[in-house]
């Protein structure tokens, strides 16, 4: 699932790190949703968009894998 998480985190200011504090997550993790190498939790995509100021639906661009 592809993300605009590092765009609006780069717009924002904010770092991996200062994003992954106020998401009680590591920078690591932080990492790997940008990179598009881990599928965050309903809860963490939910802290995510809201830190972010924004709507999951707008962070997250579903891609349907069954076509």
Known sequence: ???KI??????????QEELAKK???SRQTINAI???KYDPSLVLAFDLA??????VDELF???????
């Open 23 to 25: 998401c009680k997550v």
């Open 34 to 36: 940008e990179n598009n």
């Open 6 to 15: 590092k765009s609006l985190r780069k717009i924002k200011k904010i770092t």
């Open 61 to 67: 661009i579903y891609e349907d894998r069954t076509l």
């Open 50 to 55: 809201t830190t972010l100021n924004t709507t």
């Open 1 to 3: 699932m592809e993300n």
